[in-house]
């Protein structure tokens, strides 16, 4: 008589301010999908909203200078994820001001231990360029909550600079041209990822399925 074999389990927890994390988790879940394994995803959401675009400088500004000294930002709660135990944790979010965004911060000071402790976590980043600051603090705070830390997986926009950061600002501030055929567009084709990035997000995913059932073979 044979006996059921019970299968991985994976958890994709993710903030997204502008979208693109989000895009990215939708092909790398996609991947993941794919294998023969117990799939939850689930998106950080903050207790209060964050207007995007930004309505002024001076809140983009605010935002941004509070993120720089890593200022939290109060999430609703996750307890249910506790309920399980997690054969890999991917954890996603948006690099902000050279560090993980304040609602990934809130939610690993609240959850990080109790949730990741003796387990593998596999961060995802998505940013304009510096990711490496963000990586570094997120390693820290994940080892210290007894996490086994993997390489990371980072997106960076695909677009060449300075053209990169003015169009990261424009479109936070909502004021980036419409037309395609404006001088700006042609030297800055689009906000963040590329299509290709897309479909290396879901390749992505299938390796990420494939490695954790070769660890069960």
């Known amino acids: ?19 693109q994390t989000q895009l990215l988790i939708q092909r790398v879940s996609a991947g993941i999908m794919e294998g023969d394994l117990e799939v939850s995803v689930e998106r950080i959401q903050p207790l209060r909203h964050i207007p995007f675009p930004f309505s002024t400088w001076k809140s983009m500004s605010r935002v941004m200078v509070l993120s720089f000294f890593r200022k939290r930002v109060a999430v609703q709660s996750y307890d249910e994820l506790l309920n399980k135990k997690w054969d890999l944790i991917l954890l996603a979010g948006p690099t902000w001001s050279y560090s993980p965004s304040g609602p ?4 690993l000071d609240r959850y990080g231990r ?9 961060p995802l980043i998505s940013c304009r360029s510096y990711w490496r600051t963000h990586y570094w603090g997120l390693r820290l705070i994940l080892s210290r909550s007894g996490a086994r ?14 053209w990169r950061t003015i169009g990261l600002i424009l479109q936070l501030m909502g004021r980036l041209p419409r037309l395609e055929s404006s001088w700006f567009r042609r030297r800055y084709p689009r906000y963040g990822h590329s299509r290709e990035q897309y479909a290396d997000a879901l390749e992505k995913g299938r390796h990420i399925a494939r490695m954790l059932s070769d660890k069960e073979n």
């Open 1 to 19: 008589m044979g006996f059921a074999v019970s299968k991985k389990r994976v958890l994709i927890i993710y903030y997204s301010f502008s979208g």
């Open 104 to 107: 990934v911060l809130d939610f």
């Open 114 to 122: 109790a949730l990741c402790k003796d387990t593998q976590v596999l």
């Open 149 to 162: 830390v993997l390489r990371p997986i980072v997106f960076t926009h695909s677009s060449r600079e300075p």
